[in-house]
């Protein structure tokens, strides 16, 4: 992480939300044996969420109807999808993935 997506993390001021289109993401990769996690998975997602405040954000319609307008210039279907939730909620999104950006979403890293 990068020293400015750091202070915004530790920043107290600031609500994090961690996306649920991430916890599907991670899921599918944990079952292609792509991603290794010690210990269940979503165990130490929630213990980690807990422990730094962490709330979800759930994938709702509204989302899902951005994700159309979006023109194509990302094809992860998850990170079109974390755009457009930061888009629909006015959030920003900590990511080194310049093409967020393009989309209009402030980035931070």
């Given at each position: 992480m990068s020293p400015r997506a750091r202070e915004a993390f530790l920043d107290p001021d600031n609500l994090l939300?961690?996306?649920?289109?991430?916890?599907?993401?991670i899921a599918i990769k944990i079952s292609l044996g792509k991603l290794q996690v010690a210990g269940r998975w979503n165990d130490v997602v929630q213990r980690e969420m807990s422990a730094?405040?962490?709330?979800?954000?759930?994938?709702?319609?509204?989302?899902?109807?951005?994700?159309?307008?979006?023109?194509?210039?990302?094809?992860?279907?998850?990170?079109?999808?974390?755009?457009?939730q930061a888009k629909s909620e006015r959030m920003a999104i900590v990511s080194r993935d310049l093409s967020f950006e393009s989309y209009g979403v402030r980035r931070i890293w």
């Open positions: 939300f961690l996306s649920m289109a991430s916890a599907w993401e730094n405040g962490i709330a979800w954000l759930s994938i709702e319609y509204e989302h899902c109807v951005r994700v159309a307008a979006l023109p194509f210039h990302h094809r992860d279907p998850f990170d079109r999808l974390i755009g457009a």
